[in-house]
């Protein structure tokens, strides 16, 4: 190995091919994903989860339609927990249902 050839650590390598093909970061992923119980609390994540978070825009799939209104009414305050607890930037959030399986 030459001077020049630096080691990197399979976290640090995973997160520059992520930058490379432009993709959230695998903080951003982990706190969205791991901490959203946290961010929105227990109720909502019952009925609420993130399913997608690409340039800045976070997908949510709810379970029925009436918590699309109340996730889009909700999203100035999930966007503030997210950065608060997760330090994530949220730009836009989209609201779907999906209902689980």
């Known amino acids: 190995m030459s001077d020049d050839d630096e080691i990197m650590s399979l976290s640090d390598s995973l997160d520059s091919v ?12 982990g706190g969205i994903f791991g901490r959203w119980e946290e961010a929105v ?8 989860r993130p399913s997608r978070f690409e340039d800045g825009v976070l997908v949510i799939d709810v379970d029925e339609p009436a918590w699309v209104t109340e996730i889009e009414f909700r ?5 503030q927990r997210l950065r608060d607890v997760a330090e994530v930037t949220i730009n836009n959030i989209e609201v779907r249902v999906a209902r689980r399986r």
């Open 41 to 48: 609390g227990d109720y909502v994540a019952r009925y609420a």
């Open 75 to 79: 999203t100035e305050e999930i966007s």
């Open 18 to 29: 992520v930058r490379s093909l432009r993709g959230p970061t695998r903080a951003e992923v």
